[in-house]
């Protein structure tokens, strides 16, 4: 049972590149989520997706895309990076919204110069 | 507008005491209430929650304490120990619509002295 894995660890970008981000949960969770931290702050959410084929954005969703055609995969797509999506990024997952604990992969570290 | 506040950002104790860690919220639509754990290069992993209906969960060690009415609440680790030198997140939700999205604090990072 490897929980919430993420792809890559690390990733330099140029300015105006574009990358996938890669997050596969294996608990069948219907509830997946994509956060962003950066330095001496929360996590703040990106996007969500409360089963396959629904998304929908969270509090910075700007720069960013989303699909879920399975339950496991939920990538995140940076279309033309800038320095400000340099930042540590989470997947998480959870059986349900509120009471319910999400469960965070190792994250992603983006640097994009 | 910062809906869960932690204003401490750091705390450093003596192993074998307790670490207080404090939060503050402003939304009075939140139900639930979650302490994360994160160690550096990690994901953070949930450590303990209590839901509104409540004003004390207790797990070994940690006990976390709210306060509805001042809108505050708090993470008792006793007695601390060096392993629990990480940074702690305070997160809240609603049950239902907008609200049942989990916001985070800024964490605090505890070091336990040996």
């Known amino acids: 049972n490897a929980g919430v894995t993420q792809t890559p660890k690390f990733r330099i970008l140029k300015i105006g590149q574009s990358m996938t981000l890669q997050c596969t949960q294996d608990?069948?969770?219907?509830?997946m989520y994509w956060y962003r931290q950066d330095p001496g702050m929360g996590l703040k959410l990106i996007y969500y997706s409360v089963g396959a084929g629904i998304t929908d954005k969270g509090e910075v969703p700007n720069g960013y895309n989303v699909s879920r055609s399975t339950t496991e995969d939920f990538p995140l797509r940076l279309e033309l990076a800038a320095p400000s999506q340099t930042s540590v990024y989470f997947c998480?997952?959870?059986?349900?919204?509120?009471?319910?604990?999400?469960?965070f992969g190792p994250g992603t570290r983006l640097t994009v110069t | 507008d910062q809906q869960v506040k932690q204003n401490s950002p750091s705390l450093s104790v003596q192993e074998g005491r307790i670490s207080i860690l404090n939060c503050d919220y402003t939304n009075s639509m939140f139900d639930y209430f979650l302490w994360y754990k994160k160690y550096p290069a990690e994901g953070p992993t949930f450590l303990i929650s209590?839901?509104?209906?409540?004003d004390k969960n207790e797990d070994g060690r940690f006990t976390v304490f709210l306060n509805k009415s001042a809108k505050h609440l708090s993470l008792h680790i006793v007695p601390s120990q060096p392993g629990d030198s990480a940074v702690y997140f305070c997160?809240?939700?609603?049950?239902?619509?907008?609200?049942?999205?989990?916001?985070f604090g800024k964490g605090i990072t505890l070091s336990v002295r040996p």
């Open positions: 608990m069948n969770h219907n509830y």
């Open positions: 998480a997952s959870s059986y349900g919204v509120g009471f319910y604990e999400q469960y």
């Open positions: 209590i839901s509104s209906i409540k």
């Open positions: 997160a809240a939700s609603g049950a239902t619509g907008a609200n049942s999205k989990l916001t």
